[in-house]
Structure formats: structure tokens, C-alpha cells
């Protein structure tokens, strides 16, 4: 994370997706550094426990990828090209291997340029994202792959790559954003906790680095914030969840209550923004992962306001022209 000069709010959001356990989705004109901050990601996980670590290991022995039977505790990183077909993605083919997403098993998925695959492609991904598995159906059996996966993807504003951009103006007009941005289904939108916008860093800045943070400082505060999930999930008899990502939505509604700063600010957000019941439990989760990063207890009025920042950021890239 040294490596990578400015970009302090990408940083954040990348900080508060692995606490988290959030699926991020970043948007950005051309060598902004998305795909960097993106191959980022693992140094800041914590490492594998050994019960995933079979897990993994296992998928990737059907898959028959574990060369020479090296084992790695590193968290996977998966990074399918957008040419990708639904068996390569999600599983199948002639002997039903796992796909990228159950190689991807406790580990990060990353679809660089999102909107360049096949939006059915993409849209088989909406059932491993809910459930955890992929489940491969052929005529005679049927096959289930674990494939509890964090997704990670990136993309341009538009085809051409500049829109937003200050002086620029797309050849298409504003349709060249909005078909683009068209072609990711707004169900699998849905299931995208935190967007944020990447702008292109100037020259200036990588001139004169301010030093920035080490991936092993930040590594701590995500491994402690993941630790105080997973033990509150397990106290209240959830042993099975271990990240507000993946808390069901009557739970997290009790675990992320506001406090009574915090309340009137998300009914006001409320009212005004209109926001959908996904988005709202979106802002939950992400909420309740702030307050786990600061230590807390309760979710306050301050991790309310960046959850709500970080939703207002999707809507403004998703809207219409
Ligand atoms: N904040 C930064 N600090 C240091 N280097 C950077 C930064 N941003 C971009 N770069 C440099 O720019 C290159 C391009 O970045 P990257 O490939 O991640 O861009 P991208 O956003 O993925 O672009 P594209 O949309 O074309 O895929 C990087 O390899 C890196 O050398
Ligand atoms: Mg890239």
C-alpha cells in the first residue's frame, strides 16, 4: 500500500472493505490506479486460518491447480479476463470443475473493466454472492462448490474512459456512460456494499509523496476490527458469520442500532434520498463495520455519515445522464 501515492479516500474505502468484508466497486477514468489499489487488497487480509486453508486448498486440488502441493495461507486473488464464459466464471464444463469463484473461496474476486463481460456472465454471479456457493447443474447430478467470495471490480466511467473528466466531452454524449453503466444489472449493483470514485492522481502528487501508511499497519486495524465480528456474531450464536458482509439483514438491523445522533441523521438521509430497504441495510452493514474499525460498541452519527457517503458516490454513478 506504500507503493501507492495519494488516493488517501480509495485507501479508506479499501481499508473498510476488507474489515468489512464488503464487496467494492471502483470507478475511474484510465491509469487512475484502480487495478493497483485492487492487486492491494490481499496484503491487507489477514492470512487464512487453517480450517479455510483446507477448504482452499481443496477446491484447488479438484481444480487440479495446487503445483507441486505448495500451500499458501495468503487469501486467493482471483483476476478472470472479461472474455470469461459462465463455466470459466461460476463452474461447469465438460468434467463440472469449479470456476473462478470457487477458486476465489474466502478470498477476493476481481473483475477489472466489470462492464466488458457478458452481463449474463455476470449475472450468474448473483447467486454465489447471496449463498456462498456455486451450484453446477448437468443433466444427470449436480455439483456445489463453496464460493464465499469478496468482490472486488473496476471500471471506466464510460466506453471511452473519460467521462466527468474536467475539459472532456464524449463522442457519444452522455449515452456513452449510461450504456455502459447499463450493462451491469441493478440486482448485482445491489449487492455491491461500497462504490467510490478513483480520480486520476496528478503528476504533482507523485512527485512529492507524503509517506503513506504500510500495508502491515493497516493489516492490524482490519484483522482487529475482524476480530471483534467475528466474536460478536459467535456470542449471539452465529459461529457461522464472521463478517457484517455477510450478517443477514434482521441481525444486522441489531447489531448496527444507532444511537440517537446517528438515528436522526439516517432519517433525515431517509427522506430526502429515498433510499431502497437493500440500500439501507447496505448502510448498516458498512456502519456497523466503521464502528468495529474505531473500537465501538455502538454505531454513531460519524460512521452513519461515511456509510451514507460512500452510497451517495453509487447513486451519483449510476444515475441517469
Ligand atoms: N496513486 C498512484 N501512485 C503511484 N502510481 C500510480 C498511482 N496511480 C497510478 N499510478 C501508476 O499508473 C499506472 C496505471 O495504474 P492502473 O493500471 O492501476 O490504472 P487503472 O485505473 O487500472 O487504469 P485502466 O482503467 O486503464 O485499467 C500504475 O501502474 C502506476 O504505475
Ligand atoms: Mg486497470
Do not use: W
Not at 71 to 88: E, I, W
Not at 234 to 251: K, Q, S, W
Amino acid at each position: 500500500m506504500a507503493d501507492i501515492k495519494g488516493q488517501e479516500g480509495a485507501k479508506r474505502a479499501l481499508e473498510v472493505a476488507a474489515a468489512g468484508g464488503h464487496n467494492l466497486l471502483m470507478v475511474g477514468p484510465p491509469g487512475s490506479g484502480k487495478s493497483m489499489l485492487a492487486a492491494r487488497l490481499p496484503s491487507i487480509l489477514p492470512l487464512l486460518s487453517a480450517a479455510e486453508l483446507l477448504e482452499v486448498s481443496m477446491i484447488h486440488s479438484i481444480a487440479g491447480n495446487l503445483s507441486g502441493g505448495r500451500l499458501s495461507d495468503r487469501r486467493p486473488f482471483r483476476t478472470p479476463h472479461h472474455s470469461a464464459t459462465m463455466a470459466a466464471l461460476v463452474g461447469g464444463g465438460f468434467r463440472g470443475r469449479p470456476g473462478e469463484a470457487s477458486l476465489a473461496h474466502h478470498g477476493i474476486l476481481f473483475l477489472d473493466e466489470f462492464p466488458e463481460f457478458s452481463p449474463q456472465v455476470l449475472d450468474a454471479l448473483r447467486q454465489p454472492l447471496e449463498t456462498g456457493e456455486c451450484i453446477i447443474a448437468r443433466a444427470n447430478h449436480r455439483v456445489t462448490y463453496p464460493a464465499a467470495i469478496q468482490l472486488v471490480a473496476a471500471m471506466n466511467p464510460c466506453r471511452c474512459g473519460m467521462a466527468g473528466e474536467p475539459g472532456h466531452v464524449c463522442a457519444r454524449g452522455p449515452r456513452c456512460a449510461s450504456d455502459y453503466q447499463a450493462r451491469i444489472s441493478a440486482p448485482l449493483m445491489d449487492r455491491i456494499d461500497i462504490r467510490i470514485d478513483v480520480p486520476a492522481v496528478s503528476a504533482a502528487d507523485l512527485i512529492r509523496p507524503a509517506p503513506s501508511e504500510k500495508s502491515a499497519d493497516i493489516a492490524a486495524r482490519v484483522a482487529s476490527a475482524r476480530k471483534r465480528q467475528s466474536l460478536r456474531y459467535e456470542n449471539l450464536g452465529h459461529g457461522d458469520i464472521h463478517t457484517n458482509a455477510r450478517c443477514p439483514t434482521a441481525l444486522i438491523e441489531a447489531c448496527a442500532e444507532p444511537d440517537r445522533a446517528g438515528l436522526t441523521l439516517l432519517q433525515d438521509a431517509a427522506e430526502q434520498m429515498k433510499f431502497s430497504a437493500r440500500a439501507y441495510h447496505r448502510i448498516l452493514k458498512v456502519a456497523r463495520t466503521l464502528a468495529d474499525l474505531d473500537g465501538e460498541d455502538r454505531v454513531g452519527r460519524i460512521h452513519l455519515a461515511e456509510a451514507i457517503s460512500y452510497l451517495m458516490a453509487g447513486e451519483r454513478q449510476m444515475a441517469p445522464a
